[in-house]
């Protein structure tokens, strides 16, 4: 089964109560979209956001077995297998040896970590925004080991290499699709 997004949504709620990461999964939904759109795959647009949304739905509960548990969450609710391929692929090289194949994975690979950063960058800002966000701004803290250490910036890097992107359009194409996702608004 391909759940809509508001049943998605439902999913993850089963397993996510914090705030902080359901507003995650709504940002790597929004963002999957944006690089849906963009990259072609606009036929297949609800489908990459539902991906986005789930990706880290065994996190909250599930932390040391992240990206494995949630393909048994995911198979209990009958989810199609693309789905949970997906989303297990994230975690390559840190909890499964499911390697991001199709352009859909390699984006969310790439993405979720960044994701963070950006988002740790836009909240340093005195706007709190992504709106007036430039790339300078983010490679900066990107170089800074100690700031958002917990984004990892051999995964992002890894995942710009995947997609054959350079790092700097990885991380500017980002910006642009947190900057259209209604749920990457820190300033409220």
């Given at each position: ?14 397993y996510n109560s914090d705030p902080f990461h359901l ?84 984006v969310l690979y790439a993405t979720d970590e960044l ?74």
């Amino acid at each position: 089964m391909i759940p809509t997004i508001d049943e998605a949504r439902a999913l993850l709620k089963k397993y996510n109560s914090d705030p902080f990461h359901l507003k995650h999964a709504e940002i790597v939904s929004g963002v999957m979209k944006y690089f849906a759109d963009k990259l072609g795959y606009g036929y297949e647009a609800e489908f990459w956001s539902v991906v986005g949304l789930l990706h880290d739905l065994d996190f909250e509960q599930f932390p040391e077995q992240h990206c494995i548990k949630s393909q048994e969450l995911m198979r209990e609710a009958g989810l199609d297998e693309r789905i949970i391929r997906a989303t297990a692929s994230h975690g390559y090289g840190i909890t499964v040896d499911i390697k991001p194949e199709h352009t859909m994975e390699k984006v969310l690979y790439a993405t979720d970590e960044l994701t963070g950063l950006i988002g740790a960058v836009a909240l340093m800002r005195p706007s709190k925004s992504v709106a007036d966000l430039e790339l300078k701004s983010v490679k900066k803290k990107f170089k800074s080991a100690g700031f958002a250490a917990g984004c990892s910036r051999e995964v992002i890097s890894n995942g710009a290499e995947m997609l054959g992107w350079s790092l700097d359009d990885l991380i500017t194409e980002t910006i642009m699709a947190m900057r259209e996702t209604p749920a990457a608004k820190f300033d409220e």
